[in-house]
Structures are given as structure tokens and as C-alpha cells.
């Protein structure tokens, strides 16, 4: 048997000492490839064959983190960008609530570039018939012998010499194992084998698949969705004291995009100034809201007057409206006008149901825009003739 046909020289050892011992002097010897092999881990094993620290942890760390980076990106484009949608008032950039699928994704990648990057890169599988398969020493690894290699790599082995110089260093027994037969390129009957064998696999797991979701509907613990404890809306419920399944928002909980109103005096609220400029699109929107709301008891000027000059309420109502046009109310303060719309004054309920916060800004720049109107001076009515 030539040198070329040879995959490797092994040398059994006795005990892991004698191997260890014996490592060194065979590095020395020989430039071929060594490697080990024994029932179980040798400490410092790796440092005396000279080989190199795993790459699996830095794959895995680079990988999961761009599972982590990928994921935040995915999520951020859904959710943020490509279909934009605000859920329980979070920003459409909520990150926390991007952690569980971004940890799910970094575990993913993290996990297939262990075990692919073992297989495919560190162990070059697929390769079935690995030369030490065959060997005599197998069994004895696999119980209690230790087993030093070394290895031809693609290089010329000069068996005779690695012979003696394994029996020199402690080896008990000396095996030579044959390198594998060259293969050649699989037959396209293989691949088509192959394909219709996951093909069949692939038919037969969906199969039963199906027929075991109808058989067993409601297997524990995959309860059917529906089985669950609920509450449909309007539906009673014992659970609680009043009886309704719905519950009411808690107490102080405020809704998106508003700020609660705490003042309680109407002197409280005379500091507060219209927030909204008075172009002629807040004016138009005001009127509408002003005819909508405010003109059914204010009347169509602010007055409280019909155009007939009777009052807008008859004495049935038992309510005076305030007319809007007077110097007492002209003089109230924006913020004093504001405060009454949102709390009521005398019959006058409030309109914060009714109207938003801007809605009834717009309003009041309308009634002040009235106001000017029915009490303007001498200086509006030049400014209106130019």
C-alpha cells in the first residue's frame, strides 16, 4: 500500500496521561495534521494540539445580534413605516414592546449558525463515510483507550517513520487506516430519489397532521380558541358588583391626545389664553360649532334674541341665555369664556362631551369676532370703508 493511500496513522494509548506525553514528541516529528480522540474530555487536550480556539461563540454573538438588529428593523418598518398604526396610545416606534420578537429572532439565528456552522463549516458534513468509522480502534475509543492521529490532510504520510516514532513515544498498538475511495459525482437517480422521498415524507407528516387535528380537536393543552373564559360586550357577569361585564375606565384615566382640566373656579381660569391663531379657517370652523351648539339659546348674533327680537327661549325653559354681546361678557377674559364651556354655568350644561379642546377655542374666537362686530368703534367701521 503506497503513502498516498493512507488517511491517517493512529496510535493507542493506554491511559490519557501516556497520551499527553506523548503529544509533543509527535508534533515535533511530523508536520501532518494530529487530532485525539477519546472517551471523554482531556483537560488541556486542545492547547497541546495546537489548535485554534472554536469560532462557534463569535458566529453565534455576530449572528444573534444581527437577528437582533433584523428584527428591529422588520418591526420598525411594519409597524412604523409600511402600515403605521397606534395601539393603546404607544408611539408606532414602541421598541419594548419589539423585545419578545426580537429575542425569539436573535435565539433563531443564534441557534441555525451553531448547528449549521458545526456541521457544514467545522465538521465539513455531509460526509458519511468518514475513514475512522472503519477503523479497529473505534470500539476501543468508545471504551477506554486513547487514540493520537495523525492525519494526511491532501499530504504525503511517511508511514514507516510515523510508525516508529508513535511506538516511541508510549503507544501501545499502532493502526494504519486506508483513505476512502475517491466519489464521484451522485447520479441524477440519486437526487430525483432524494426529492421524492422528502416529497413522500412531506405528504405523509401533512396527512397525518390533518386527520389528527379532526380526531382530536381539543387535545390538552391545545384547547380550542373558543373554549376559553370570556366576556362578550353587554354580557352580565356575577363577577362583578354591579352585574355588567363591561367595566367602566379607571378612575383619573385620561384619553389619548387630551389633558385633563383641573380648574374648578372660574377665576382660576381667567390666565389662560386662545392657543389657536385667528386665521379665516379657524373663524369658518367656529361658526359652524357656534351655529351648531351655541346659536339654539345664544341665537344666530349672540344676543339670545330671534329676528323677530323675541327671546330664543320661551319662559317655559326657565332660562335667560346670557347675551354675548354685553360689556360683561365682552369683558370676560378668553380663558373665563373657556372655563364656562367646559364646566356649565347656572342652566347652562357643559360642553366637554360635546366638543374637543380646539372645538371650542375655535368658538370663541368666533364670539369674539361678534362681539367686535355689533360693538365696533369708530376706527373698525374706517378700517371696513377701505
Known amino acids: 500500500m503506497s503513502s498516498r493511500e493512507v488517511f491517517s496513522v493512529l496510535g493507542i494509548f493506554d491511559s490519557p496521561h501516556v497520551l499527553m506525553k506523548a503529544i509533543p514528541t509527535v508534533r515535533a516529528g511530523v508536520a501532518a495534521k494530529l487530532e ?50 397606534v395601539t393603546a396610545g404607544k408611539p408606532c416606534f414602541s421598541w419594548e414592546a419589539f423585545i419578545p420578537i426580537m429575542f425569539e429572532v436573535t435565539v433563531l439565528f443564534a441557534a441555525f449558525t451553531a448547528g449549521l456552522g458545526m456541521l457544514l463549516l467545522l465538521n465539513r458534513l455531509p460526509f458519511f463515510r468518514h475513514p475512522m468509522l472503519m477503523s479497529k480502534s473505534m470500539p476501543l475509543i468508545t471504551r477506554d483507550k486513547f487514540v493520537l492521529a495523525v492525519e494526511s490532510d491532501e499530504c504525503t504520510l511517511d508511514v514507516d517513520d510515523i510508525f516508529g516514532l508513535l511506538q516511541e513515544s508510549g503507544a501501545a498498538a499502532v493502526e494504519i487506516v486506508e483513505a476512502p475511495a475517491v466519489q464521484g459525482p451522485s447520479s441524477p437517480k440519486f437526487f430525483i430519489g432524494v426529492l421524492i422521498a422528502i416529497a413522500f415524507s412531506c405528504v405523509v407528516a401533512g396527512c397525518a397532521t390533518y386527520w389528527a387535528m379532526k380526531l382530536f380537536p381539543k387535545t390538552v393543552p391545545m ?87 323675541s327671546r330664543t327661549l320661551t319662559p317655559a325653559y326657565e332660562a335667560n341665555p346670557a347675551n354675548l354681546l354685553s360689556k360683561s361678557i365682552v369683558d370676560l377674559s378668553d380663558g373665563s369664556m373657556y372655563h364656562v364651556l367646559v364646566k356649565g ?28 362686530a355689533f360693538n365696533a368703534t369708530d376706527e373698525d367701521v374706517a378700517s371696513a370703508e377701505k
Open 345 to 372: 354655568k347656572n342652566l347652562m350644561p357643559s360642553y366637554a362631551p360635546d366638543l374637543t379642546g380646539d372645538e371650542r377655542w375655535m368658538a370663541l374666537h368666533y364670539v369674539r369676532v361678534l362681539q367686535r
Open 36 to 85: 485525539a480522540y477519546t472517551p471523554y474530555p482531556v483537560h488541556g487536550l486542545d492547547e497541546a494540539l495546537g489548535l485554534r480556539k472554536s469560532p462557534i461563540a463569535g458566529m453565534v454573538l455576530v449572528m444573534g445580534v444581527l437577528g437582533a438588529v433584523a428584527a428591529l428593523g422588520l418591526e420598525f418598518w411594519t409597524s412604523g413605516v409600511d402600515y403605521p398604526q
Open 223 to 309: 384547547a380550542h380558541m373558543l373554549d376559553q373564559p370570556r366576556l362578550n360586550s353587554q354580557q352580565e357577569n356575577n363577577f362583578f358588583k354591579d352585574g355588567s361585564g363591561m367595566r367602566m375606565p379607571v378612575d383619573g384615566t385620561v384619553s389619548r391626545s387630551s389633558l385633563p382640566y383641573n380648574l374648578q373656579e372660574q377665576e382660576e381660569a381667567e390666565a389662560l389664553v386662545n392657543p389657536l391663531p385667528r386665521t379665516s379657517e379657524v373663524l369658518k370652523q367656529g361658526q359652524r360649532l357656534f351655529n351648531d351648539y351655541c346659536s339654539v339659546c345664544h341665537g344666530i348674533r349672540g344676543d339670545g334674541l330671534l329676528e323677530d327680537g
